[in-house]
């Protein structure tokens, strides 16, 4: 694809902005800036600061921030082809798309594939080998079930969803439009929900369901529980990455983004927005506002305010974070200087 038919397609671009074309290279592909070679196409953000990267470049064309006009210049100067974007990152990611374009998948049943007597399977989903669905099961058009998927009895599954391999959808869980789950995700699995009983447990059955609203994707390995009345809710476009658990009955608001290893308890609700980063822990009822960030490893056993930016375990605000973190090392010798001044208030006050 040449350079110049990649940019016409780029939503993101301003079709009148700043660039140079060189020669208008033919590209095949796309790499990290450290290592694209010729014929291919290499993005940068950041400012001048990352003007070594550039001129190290060997890509054939590249995507640069539209302030950054040194930058520019010096693409010219390596005779690098470039378009500037606002959003580098975004635009490389439309541009990705469009030069590995998704594998075309053929509707119908493979021979291998079982569907109940009385499951409703739209003509234009495709389902592979080893795919079992049970009774009652709706599944929509252009739906595309990878090898070895299992949708339990009453599943929903919207329109254009993907469901990769090995994943497995429990009872009466609804899957809205244009979600993705990744391999081996369970969706509707049931929670960890026991009753203490005569020095033992009781189960509590977990007669509720999930619902994934549009445009909702799981990671590999991640785990979506129902819970043991109603329902387990992740808002629309909500980002989930690998091996993340989400309790019974935890409620997110719209467009939330939960790194690897995020947990969190039964019965949590996270607004609109909200970013959990890599080994959050939310517990359990936890209420976190809308637009909430809480950085990797970060423990959320309280409430926490729309707009907060938090860290620690427990969570405090962010900035008394990094203020108390940049004392840990000085903890010894604060200690030792404690220490001291106790002595001298002690033989000061000897008579």
């Not at 800036?33 to 064309?61: I, P, V």
């Not at 387990?232 to 997110?252: C, E, F, P, S, Y």
Request: contains cysteine.
């Amino acid at each position: 694809m040449r350079f110049s038919t990649l940019l016409a397609a780029l939503d993101s671009l301003q079709p009148d902005g700043p660039r140079w074309l060189a020669d208008d290279p033919q590209l095949d592909g796309a790499a990290a800036l450290d290592k694209a070679r010729k014929g291919q196409l290499g993005f940068l953000e950041g400012n001048t600061a990352m003007a070594e990267a550039l001129a190290r470049c060997g890509a054939s064309a590249v995507l640069l921030p539209a302030d950054g006009e040194p930058l520019h210049q010096l693409a010219r100067q390596q005779g690098i082809a470039w378009a500037a974007s606002p959003h580098p990152r975004l635009s490389f990611a439309e541009a990705l798309d469009l030069l590995y374009p998704r594998q075309r998948h053929i509707p119908g049943r493979h021979p291998q594939a079982v569907v109940a007597p009385d499951a409703h399977v739209a003509d234009s989903a495709s389902l592979a080998a080893g795919v079992v669905i049970g009774p009652r099961c709706r599944v929509g058009e252009e739906v595309v079930l990878h090898p070895g998927v299992v949708l339990y009895e009453d599943v929903w599954v919207g329109q254009g969803c993907e469901l990769h391999g090995n994943v497995v959808v429990h009872s009466r869980s609804r899957l809205g439009p244009n979600c993705v789950v990744q391999a081996n995700a369970v969706i509707g699995g049931e929670g960890f929900g026991f009753v203490p009983a005569g020095g033992g447990w009781r189960k509590m059955p977990q007669t509720g369901h999930v619902v994934l609203e549009e445009g909702v994707e799981v990671g590999c390995c991640s785990t979506v529980d129902r819970p043991a009345v109603g329902e387990t809710r992740l808002g629309a476009g909500t980002k989930i990455d690998n091996l993340v658990q989400i309790g019974h009955g935890v409620v997110t608001g719209e467009g939330c983004a939960f790194a690897a290893q995020v947990g969190i308890a039964g019965g949590a609700v996270v607004g609109r927005g909200v970013i959990l980063a890599g080994q959050v822990g939310v517990g359990n009822r936890v209420r976190i506002g809308d637009g909430v960030v809480a950085s990797s490893k970060a423990g959320v056993h309280a409430d926490v305010a729309p707009g907060e930016v938090v860290s620690g375990f427990p969570v405090i605000p962010n900035r008394l974070w990094l203020r108390a973190s940049a004392l840990f090392a000085r903890l010894p010798e604060l200690s030792r200087s404690l220490k001291r001044l106790q002595q001298q208030v002690e033989r000061s006050r000897q008579p």
